[in-house]
């Protein structure tokens, strides 16, 4: 077996607790490690102790060197770093405080994440679709007309989609947006400790709890500085006064806050940082094109997108009929194989039907993907 000293990315992957489950769902949620759980532990203890704000005024330091070291993965300053609950909570937060008005447009690809589609809907933006190559990664010629032409209040690309291995170029498309004032925002949920972030987009949010294998509860937004004195966030009186001198992205912080999540994503962080970023990035564009040209052999199941994106992530279409919400439960009752059966509905202006998608993080083995082969009804 390679060492950790010739691939550093293992240490990413070697104090997951023990488990009779193969876990192919890092899109989903990633596992932990133990330190990170001890971590998320061990301050729920202590704010039993000294109470919730003391507990949480000893962790500061904590919290703002994982702040820093976030701001260095999204390429920010540490004062365009706001924590929130989810990535759901994050554009949330964003679509408050960003200077908006109901009408503008926000332009995307037919790819995006239908979530995002119904929260810009619900703000009172305008959707429009930007055209993309046959892949589905958005077309930069065409990019650049149409911001020149007619610019948007914000162009919004899900840097890596979630329902099959689709990787968008986002530092490309934030050179355009920037040439013509048109601000970039980027879906980092499930980029963020799965490719590269930092790209010069002017907003861009994530969640703890996937590729960078942190807890649940936990999101994080980071914001160009540039933006950060024209955003209008909805803080109290009490709040803004707490913040004295410190940066208005702050004020994005969810108030009632989840310290031990924070703990334990900045725990992750600090893991993934160590194992070195580009080590994982590339040990996980490897697992996803060696487990894409495995099951493409498999009968009755058919792989989508392509087959040398830079993702782990694996969508498969049934072909001869399989119902894909129960192949999903039946991997994981009979098996003890975690998947995900992905509706049309996350991205609901290219999906036509469901695909099971298939996610595994940096310790997969040619053998976890055998077994799953060997799992997959052909009809």
């Known amino acids: 077996m390679p060492s950790i000293l010739n691939e550093p990315w293992r240490l990413f992957s070697t104090h997951r607790p023990p488990t009779s489950f193969t876990h192919l769902d890092s899109a989903a949620c990633g596992r932990s490690s133990i330190e990170t759980l001890h971590a998320v532990a061990a301050h729920a203890e202590r704010e039993a102790v000294t109470g919730a704000y003391v507990a949480a005024s000893e962790a500061a330091p904590v919290i703002e060197s994982g702040r820093a070291a976030l701001a260095g993965l999204f390429g920010v300053e540490p004062g365009g770093i706001a924590f929130t609950e989810s990535g759901t909570a994050s554009l949330a937060a964003l679509l408050r405080s960003w200077p908006l008005s109901a009408g503008q447009t926000v332009a995307v690809v037919p790819s995006e994440w239908g979530p995002n589609l119904d929260a810009f809907t619900d703000r009172g933006l305008r959707v429009e679709f930007l055209a993309v190559q046959a892949s589905g990664v958005v077309d930069l010629d065409a990019l650049r007309r149409f911001v020149a032409v007619t610019p948007p209040a914000f162009v919004h690309l899900t840097l890596v989609a979630s329902h099959r291995p689709l990787v968008q170029p986002a530092v490309e498309a934030a050179a355009i947006c920037h040439q013509v004032g048109v601000p970039l925002w980027v879906d980092a949920a499930q980029a963020l400790g799965h490719v590269a972030v930092s790209c010069g987009a002017d907003a861009m949010y994530s969640t703890s709890r996937k590729w960078l294998t942190g807890p649940r509860g ?5 914001v160009a ?13 009490l709040d803004r006064e707490a913040l004295g001198d410190g940066s208005p992205v702050w004020l994005l912080d969810s108030a009632d806050a989840h310290i031990a999540g924070r703990i334990g994503l900045c725990n992750a962080v600090a893991e993934f940082v160590t194992a070195g970023p580009a080590a994982v990035f590339e040990r996980l564009a490897l697992v996803g094109k060696e487990t894409r040209a495995a099951l493409a052999e498999v009968p009755g199941w058919e792989v989508v997108g392509e087959a040398d994106a830079p993702s782990a992530i694996t ?4 072909t001869a009929g399989q119902q894909v919400a129960e192949v999903r439960s039946m991997l994981l009752e009979q098996h003890q194989i975690v998947t995900t059966a992905a509706r049309p509905a996350r991205a609901p202006r290219e999906m036509t039907g469901p695909f099971l998608r298939v996610s595994p993080h940096v310790d997969c083995t040619p053998e976890t993907i055998a077994q799953l082969a060997a799992a997959l009804p052909a009809s």
Do not use: N, T, Y
């Open 315 to 318: 969508a498969l279409r049934p």
């Open 218 to 222: 936990v999101g994080v937004i980071a």
């Open 225 to 237: 500085e540039p933006w950060w004195r024209r955003l209008r966030p909805h803080a109290s009186q």
